[in-house]
């Protein structure tokens, strides 16, 4: 069964810190990886799609990184901001499961200014 | 597109009464997907449908759980009869499955936030 795990549980950085989310997973056999954010009471919002075959992507400030032989990723974001304060969740999605996600439990993260 | 439309937003009911959701993909998507997220749990997948067919209900948590998807358009989600412990945010998702080495983003609704009382 695929397990998905994100630390920190939560964060709180300075205003234009450089910071970095992680993300690990059991099962190394993905299709793709995803990372969402989610604002408080609202719904997930895709940040980055990286694909099995891929390394990384970029977007912006953020840049997400993948290594599937070891079952993590990371998201990456640049000169943080206080309107970068969300929860950032990153699900896998298996390979011979469908086309389902699994997620980790998230990163709430805290920019003051 | 309007993106993934859920309704209603927030629904309040009554222990025992039937509770409703709904969802409408994005056109052209043929994946769909309900997930419930709780402080305690997470997000959890309940059940996915790929062209309007349920593929997996491992997820619905009982048979008071049950949910269709009559056509490519327009998804249920209900619960009969509601219990305070199903208080929680219910999201819907599609996706286009692309098969092979590539796949697509699943996109979320804006959920809705059951409260059983």
């Known amino acids: 069964k695929q397990e998905v795990t994100q630390i920190p549980a939560a964060l709180s950085v300075p205003e234009g810190e450089n910071l970095v989310l992680n993300c690990s997973f059991t099962?190394?056999?993905?299709?793709?990886l995803q990372w969402f954010r989610q604002d408080p009471g609202k719904g997930l919002t895709s940040l980055l799609l990286i694909q099995s075959s891929q390394r990384e992507q970029t977007s912006g400030r953020l840049n997400a990184s993948l290594d599937k032989s070891s079952g993590r990723s990371t998201l990456y974001i640049a000169a943080s901001q206080p309107g970068d304060s969300a929860t950032y969740l990153c699900a896998v999605k298996k390979r011979n499961a469908g086309n389902m996600l699994t997620f980790g439990g998230g990163t709430r993260l805290m920019v003051k200014p | 597109d309007a993106g993934v439309i859920q309704s209603p937003r927030h629904e309040v009911t009554e222990m025992g009464q039937e509770v409703t959701l709904r969802c409408k993909p994005i056109?052209?998507?043929?994946?769909l997907f309900w997930y419930r997220q709780t402080m305690m749990r997470g997000l959890e997948l309940l059940i996915y449908f790929n062209n309007n067919v349920p593929i997996d209900d491992s997820g619905m948590p009982e048979d008071r759980f049950s949910a269709k998807m009559p056509n490519a358009s327009f998804s249920t989600l209900k619960i009969q009869p509601s219990e305070p412990r199903d208080s929680a945010v219910y999201f819907c998702a599609s996706s286009l499955g692309g098969g092979g080495q590539v796949d697509t983003e699943a996109f979320f609704g804006q959920g809705t936030r059951l409260t059983v009382v």
């Open positions: 056109s052209g998507h043929d994946y």
């Open positions: 099962d190394s056999a993905i299709y793709n």
